[in-house]
T-cell receptor, first 111, second 114 residues
Framework: GENVEQHPSTLSVQEGDSAVIKCTYS??????FPWYKQELGKGPQLIID?????GEKKDQRIAVTLNKTAKHFSLHITETQPEDSAVYFC??????????FGKGTMLLVSP | DTEVTQTPKHLVMGMTNKKSLKCEQH?????MYWYKQKAKKPPELMFV???????INESVPSRFSPECPNSSLLNLHLHALQPEDSALYLC?????????????FGPGTRLTVT
């Protein structure tokens, strides 16, 4: 089955800095790569996604890049704010049509 | 609107109780999912319903019984649970199952088994 590795497990930045979270996957047939933000006590919120026919996608301060050859994709958050503090999960949808999640990254943004 | 609602928000039950979790969406989605999430872990898929039919059961113990009464509703019936079943139970939905449809999660039900 699909194997997704996510790094780092924790990331501390100062407000205004950029944050980058990286995920690698194993199944070359995977074709859909969403990112979820989960705040304490809440369900995961879809924040951005990318499909295998696109290399980069941007939505305001958030961007995702995909390198299909190397089988990795990354979440980039610019100008971080304290409200960006949360756990971020990457996920991969492969041939089985179910999502496989990474183990999560706890992002802490200090004022 | 991408809202998935879940009730109750919190549930405490004994090992001999029977209870149900409810999930609802009004986005016209035809695929609905149950996930289990333990603290500091990612969501784990339990069940997938597609067009009101059970499509995937990820080897979940029979003390968890899903039900999809119609395209907007998803239930999870609980019976004779164990303390290790305590977790956040998440419902999700997507337009269809498969391909690259966005999957939206509800806020979850925090279940404690005593």
């Amino acid at each position: 089955g699909e194997n997704v590795e996510q790094h780092p497990s924790t990331l501390s930045v100062q407000e205004g800095d950029s944050a980058v979270i990286k995920c690698t996957y194993s199944d070359s047939a995977s074709n859909y790569f969403p990112w979820y933000k989960q705040e304490l006590g809440k369900g995961p919120q879809l924040i951005i996604d990318i499909r295998s026919n696109v290399g980069e996608k941007k939505d305001q301060r958030i961007a995702v890049t995909l390198n299909k050859t190397a089988k990795h994709f990354s979440l980039h958050i610019t100008e971080t704010q304290p409200e960006d503090s949360a756990v971020y999960f990457c996920a991969v949808r492969g041939g089985y049509s179910t999502l496989t999640f990474g183990k999560g990254t706890m992002l802490l943004v200090s004022p | 609107d991408t809202e998935v609602t879940q009730t109750p928000k919190h549930l405490v039950m004994g090992m001999t109780n029977k209870k149900s979790l409810k999930c609802e969406q009004h986005m016209g989605h035809r695929a609905m999912y149950w996930y289990k999430q333990k603290a500091k872990k990612p969501p784990e898929l339990m069940f997938v319903y597609s067009y009101e039919k059970l499509s995937i059961n990820e080897s979940v113990p029979s003390r968890f019984s899903p039900e999809c009464p119609n395209s907007s509703l998803l239930n999870l019936h609980l019976h004779a649970l164990q303390p290790e079943d305590s977790a956040l139970y998440l419902c999700a939905s997507s337009q269809e199952w498969g391909a690259s449809y966005e999957q939206y999660f509800g806020p979850g039900t925090r279940l404690t088994v005593t």
